[in-house]
């Protein structure tokens, strides 16, 4: 029973939880929105858990990200920290401008 956390600042989120999980391979294609003023030194923190419903979730691994070294639109994978054997997530980031538009007049 896997699942994933991200931490962005203040901002904190959860995968669902992908139960009776038969293969080395678990795909969560799940997205989530973060809005920034800037992405430049934001550090996105990832930390994979094995749900226990008995006693505390086993970490499975982690990695910390600077998301302003990481190519844009395209996917990126990245290899877990403190695993038993290699352990890739593949990341999309996507920075879009948020800036008020504003048109221009000609008289």
């Given at each position: 029973d896997?699942f994933?956390k991200?931490?962005?600042?203040?901002?904190?989120?959860q995968?669902s939880?992908?139960?009776d999980?038969k293969?080395?391979t678990?795909?969560?294609?799940?997205?989530f929105d973060i809005?920034?003023?800037?992405?430049a030194?934001?550090?996105?923190h990832?930390d994979?858990?094995?749900?226990?419903?008995l006693l505390?979730?086993?970490?499975?691994?982690?990695?910390?990200?600077?998301l302003?070294?990481?190519?844009?639109d395209?996917?990126?994978?990245?290899?877990?920290a403190?695993?038993?054997r290699?352990?890739?997530?593949?990341l999309?980031?996507?920075a879009?401008d948020?800036?008020p538009?504003?048109?221009i007049?000609s008289?």
């Open positions: 896997v994933v991200l931490r962005v600042g203040a901002d904190e989120f995968t939880t992908k139960d999980v293969t080395t678990v795909a969560f294609n799940e997205r809005t920034m003023d800037e992405i030194d934001q550090i996105l990832i994979v858990f094995d749900k226990d419903n505390s979730d086993d970490t499975l691994g982690n990695i910390t990200v600077n302003s070294a990481i190519e844009k395209v996917d990126v994978d990245v290899t877990l403190d695993t038993k290699k352990s890739d997530i593949t999309f980031v996507q879009m948020l800036s538009w504003h048109p007049v008289p």
